[in-house]
């Protein structure tokens, strides 16, 4: 089976809908959460993920929307585009979101927004990838959070090896190694490539691929521009940080 797993699309309604023009029709789609902040468009990618998705798990900027949690920490823009983002959610898509998990759990892989259990913790290094390994035995552990594509691998022998996929690349899985797969972020990418970000997961050919995906900024800042969120959030689309 293959398995289309995106993650913070952020309210851009156009870079998921380039991620949906590459996609197979029977690819199965996992959400890794953060569907909506930031952006301009967050009812949009919500009901294209309630559509589509065959699992979604809740980010923190979705659990901001619901009740505030989290709204404190953020910076000045995101905050603002979050309150925003309240005033115009539709009640049923805000129910939705109320709706879903902090992870999903099949015997192949598990999902979860940042890391395993502790659901919003930045996985940065090796340290972080540690600790998120020794919170589950899954064996494939599917992350987002923070927007860079990239890989590490639990060998066998305890060694962890790590890889970043700013350009996108297919990971081998290997057998008796346990992997920790971040498939960065559709809607606003900050490894300083632009380009919609999201991850393949073929469970037969045992092979992950992080594909990027062309899609129109301008129109993404001239729309962000037009409901006045931040400035610097249609800024940091062009280049990818």
Same mark, same amino acid.
């Given at each position: 089976m293959r398995y289309a797993v995106v993650s913070d699309v952020h309210?851009?309604?156009?870079?998921?809908?380039?991620?949906?023009?590459? @996609?197979?029709?029977?690819?199965?789609?996992l959400c890794l959460g953060d569907i909506v902040g930031y952006g301009p468009n967050p009812n949009e990618c919500v009901e294209r993920i309630r559509a589509r998705a065959t699992a979604t798990v809740l980010g923190n900027h979705d659990v901001a929307a619901i009740d505030n949690f989290g709204l404190a920490y953020f910076n000045p823009a995101a905050r603002e585009a979050m309150k925003w983002t309240q005033s115009v959610l539709t009640p049923?898509?805000?129910?939705?979101?109320?709706?879903?998990?902090?992870e999903f759990r099949m015997p192949e892989f598990l999902l979860v927004h940042g890391a395993p259990v502790n659901y919003f913790e930045y996985i940065l290094d090796k340290a972080a990838a540690a600790r998120a390994f020794a919170a589950t035995d899954a064996p494939i552990i599917f992350i987002?959070?923070?927007?860079i594509a990239e890989v590490y691998g639990l060998r066998p022998d305890g060694s962890i090896e790590h890889a970043h996929l700013q350009q996108g690349g297919t990971i081998a899985l290997d057998e008796g190694t346990r992997y920790l797969i971040n498939v960065g972020s559709v809607g606003q990418p900050r490894d300083l490539n632009p380009r919609a970000s999201f991850g393949l997961f073929d469970s037969t050919e045992r092979t992950v691929t992080v594909t990027r995906v062309e899609y129109p900024?301008?129109?993404?800042?001239?729309? @962000?521009?037009s409901v006045r969120l931040p400035d610097a959030l249609a800024r940091r689309l062009l280049v990818g940080r």
């Open positions: 309210s851009n309604i156009d870079a998921l809908d380039a991620v949906f023009g590459v @996609i197979r029709d029977d690819d199965a789609l049923e898509n805000l129910a939705w979101l109320d709706g879903l998990g902090y987002g959070h923070t927007h900024i301008a129109r993404v800042q001239e729309k @962000i521009a």
